[in-house]
């Protein structure tokens, strides 16, 4: 998309560099070298370090990594468990072992699993379209079902809650098929739920109308896509499906007329390794760490966008804040297994001993800094669906982050918003149920922006990325559609929000108030 269509956001750039330029404004900016080998102390000189050139090679070197490493079906892709990820994992490592960071490759065990015969999917006559109408979610059981789909919880709503608790099932007739909303907890629990109170299947459906039938993870929208499971089900699990079909099941059944359905599902469990990268900075106190953090996997494809650009931004901070003592601790985590269900986050954190976690005062997380059609998002622990979950410490404390990045973002013109990054999450979840406070920066992805969003930062409603303007849903998290490549990040995005992360970096590295759990 060009500047020129962004509308009032360009003023506010014209703003933003005046802001953040600094001493470059005053002279010659300093070599890309001279920034990594210097001190930079001071928000002027690091953010004047923080260029869309630099951050951009970065996503140049992904998408190469990439192409050098196709998958089965010819396209590159950097996903969990490909040379492709791995590949991104000695890159970083090799940066970060060169700009003078103690480094770490912190491997893990993750499950996966083959379907050994084609899934089913059926009512009466009717078959349900595979990767269309709805998926198998991954780490399912096996077994062959035939039996009325029963809904559990609430009625069919955006924010009903469906499955998260045993109380959802009191009236459920066991060996039935449980017909579950996404939204409100996560899978694992609506699943567990589900198994505890004798059902022989799950269905689970998503909570909101798509524009599209296509898969993907659908953070904001869409149809039908999988579920990631964290642990093996003992029962067949469907999900998730379009909301048209779960919707459909649902009005069905409490009209009187409960449908019946067959599911079938015949797989595998495997064991494999996944990696995370752990860059130590040698300055500042280690009994009071601030983690930067984001995920380097991809999902469908090269993944550039997501999350080749939150990587970038970090490791690009990380090599600029490289000669630059500071109060606290800094340490810059990439990990791997997000898009399946936060594994690397999950596992870095349990790992943890009590009086490890407790040298964490705040975590950072960079997930999506360069989208095309942009919002400007700041994950606030308070708003998302696990709260309830959190310390009244977490979700204080947080706010130290939050008002970071907000006061950045006021400063050089630019609106920022408060959000929760949603029920499928992002690698800050772990932190914050830890008992770490947190805060994050995203751009969004997907489908679909709607009318307060372009008002208040420019664009076209519909697509956030890939075709824009379009209501396709995007590149990022559809399947079979490969375009997640450089051409879906924006420069200019990428640059702006990076400097406020650089910016929310250096002040959380030497607050003192920051306090040990």
């Not at 060009?2 to 010659?28: D, E, Q, T």
């Not at 300093?30 to 930079?40: G, I, Y």
């Not at 995370?276 to 106190?285: E, K, L, Q, R, Y």
């Not at 009318?451 to 420019?458: C, D, F, Q, R, S």
């Amino acid at each position: 998309m060009s500047l020129g269509k962004i509308g009032r956001f360009v003023a506010a750039a014209i703003c933003f560099g005046g802001v953040v330029a600094g001493s470059a404004a005053a002279g010659a900016a300093p070599s890309p070298k001279a920034c990594r080998e210097r001190n930079n102390s001071t928000t002027s000189r690091l953010l004047e370090c923080i260029r869309a050139h630099a951050l951009w090679q970065h996503l140049v070197n992904f998408q190469v990594i990439a192409d050098q490493n196709p998958g089965r079906d010819g396209h590159g892709n950097r996903d969990t468990g490909t040379s492709g990820y791995r590949a991104s994992v000695d890159y970083v490592a090799a940066l970060m072992r060169k700009a003078g960071y103690n480094v770490t490759i912190q491997p893990y065990p993750w499950k996966t699993f083959v379907l050994l015969a084609p899934p089913a999917f059926r009512d009466g006559a009717r078959a349900y379209r595979l990767e269309k109408d709805w998926f198998v979610a991954r780490l399912s059981g096996s077994g062959s079902v035939t039996a009325p789909v029963q809904p559990a919880g609430a009625k069919n709503g955006m924010d009903a809650a469906s499955g998260c608790s045993r109380r959802d099932f009191e009236r459920f007739r066991r060996g039935n098929i449980a017909l579950l909303q996404r939204g409100a907890c996560e899978f694992d629990v609506q699943v567990a739920n589900a198994q505890a109170s004798g059902a022989s299947a799950v269905v689970i459906y998503n909570n909101r109308a798509g524009v599209n039938e296509v898969g993907g993870k659908a953070r904001n929208g869409g149809s039908a896509y999988q579920a990631n499971l964290a642990e093996r089900a003992a029962i067949p699990v469907i999900g998730v499906v379009s909301h048209a079909v779960g919707a459909d099941l649902d009005a069905r059944y409490r009209a009187g007329k409960a449908p019946r359905v067959s599911i079938g599902v015949q797989a595998e469990k495997k064991s494999d390794t996944d990696y995370n990268v752990i860059a130590d900075s040698p300055f500042g106190d280690p009994h009071r760490t601030v983690v930067i953090e984001g995920h380097l996997d991809s999902i469908y494809g090269a993944g550039i966008l997501d999350n080749g650009s939150g990587s970038a931004t970090i490791l690009e901070i990380a090599r600029n804040m490289a000669r630059t003592p500071t109060s606290n601790r800094l340490r810059y985590i990439w990990f791997g297994g997000e898009e399946i269900a936060l594994l690397g986050s999950r596992y870095y954190t349990k790992a943890l001993s009590q009086k490890q976690l407790r040298d964490i005062v705040f975590d950072v997380d960079a997930d999506v800094t360069a989208t095309p059609n942009f919002d400007i998002l700041i994950a606030d622990p308070g708003h998302a669906h696990n709260a309830d979950k959190l310390s009244k410490r977490v979700l204080r404390d947080s706010q130290i982050g939050n008002r970071l990045f907000l006061d950045y973002f006021r400063t050089i013109g630019v609106a920022s918003r408060i959000a929760s990054f949603g029920n499928d999450g992002t690698d800050s979840i772990p932190f914050g149920l830890a008992g770490i406070p947190n805060t994050g920066i995203l751009t969004q992805q997907n489908c679909c922006k709607k009318p307060w969003e372009v008002k208040l930062w420019g664009g076209f409603l519909g697509n956030y990325e890939g075709k824009v303007p379009g209501r396709d849903g995007g590149c990022v998290d559809n399947p079979r559609r490969w375009c997640d490549n450089l051409s879906n990040n924006n420069r200019f995005v990428f640059e702006i929000v990076s400097k406020a992360t650089a910016y929310v970096t250096l002040k959380l590295a030497n607050d003192a108030s920051l306090k040990r759990k």
